[in-house]
């Protein structure tokens, strides 16, 4: 019994940006009030985590990378009822409070609590869980994955069914419910419609799926890697453009193939050139453009003011609009349930210790989702 004890795992630390990750011996603390410490079964690796290693987006270093987890509860701290030791779990990378502003907020979903922007690395009581060779190391995002015991805090674990199968449903902890609910939760893509996604990698992908769900028409899928079509065909993508092929703006593109241009456009790369391009692919009057893809906090988006007057809208989406807690679990029972499938996202499985493959497979554009397994 590891209850109240600290725990000697492996983890992967990032000791600075731009560095390989190196798989060390870690001390995890038990879990304080609170919190709960889980036993890692399986993460996913995603954008934002290639966006925290490169540097491109702002974090405290040393860390332990990765928030796409699923995992059982080991252990929880004092005041903790929603969880107990045994019960399946996701991490939320965006976590439910129920008590702040967004929480208590009918639409907010942006809790509070959340250690995104900006990121402190720590807990919520300011101190980290982690220690490596006798140093303090940074929690990602208040949820790392990346190794094989993490501690975070209770409002940012989901409790999902005993039935889940550990290997695939990590990815319902973020890529899946940021796709799927951008598209059906938050823009509510209408049947009939002509939807733009630009990025077909994991989270893309998921967009696909809830575009093609929603009964939309036409999908127009574009990506730099040729190697994504394939499967955004099969999910349900219409039409392929690879903007490095094209003799003029894929804005332009997408408005010729329509004449008008697209109801929705989607935007999962996290870029500003593909955030301008996916603004401009909409229809003038009724489009609506989603920000997906998190960009680095530094840079600036710059729009024809005059244009925003005819009628369309940007909007940011984050973790599908979902209210995290109380909605992921009911994806994973979706998911059983046979109303969504998530299992062609999941193209590759790996173990832990094999990261290194996990990240080349990623770097190389090979992977949908390369899940790793614990
Ligand atoms: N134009 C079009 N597609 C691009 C471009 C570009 N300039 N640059 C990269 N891409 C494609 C990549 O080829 C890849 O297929 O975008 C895709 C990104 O997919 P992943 O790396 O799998 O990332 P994902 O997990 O899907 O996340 C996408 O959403 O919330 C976020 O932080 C996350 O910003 C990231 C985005
Ligand atoms: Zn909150």
Redesign the pocket.
Known sequence: NTSGKAVTCWAAIAWKKNSPLSIEEVQVEPPKAGEVRIKMISSGI???D??VLKGTFPVKFPLIPGHEGAGIVESIGDKVSSVKPGDKVLTLIIPQCRECNSCLHRKGNFCEKQDVLPSSGLMLDGTSRFTCKGKSIYHSFRVSTFTEYSVVPEIAVAKIDDAAPMDKVCLISC?VP?GYGAAVQSAKVTPGSTCVI???????SAIVMGCKASGASRIIG????EK?FSQARALGVTDCLN?RKLKKPVQEVVMEMTGVGVDFAFE????V??MTAAWESCNKSYGVCLI???ASPESQLSLEAAKIITGKTLKGVCLGDYKTKDCIPQLVADYLQNKINIDPLVTHQLPFDQLHKALELYHA?EVIRCVLLF
Not at 198 to 204: C, D, E, N, Q, R
Not at 222 to 225: H, M
Not at 268 to 271: D, H, T
Request: glycine share 30%; with cysteine; proline share 3%.
């Open positions: 995603c954008g934002s290639d966006h890529g940021t630009f990025g077909l990698g994991g989270v893309g574009v990506d730099i890697n994504k903007p999962a790369v996290g870029l050139d593909t997906v893809g998190l554009g």
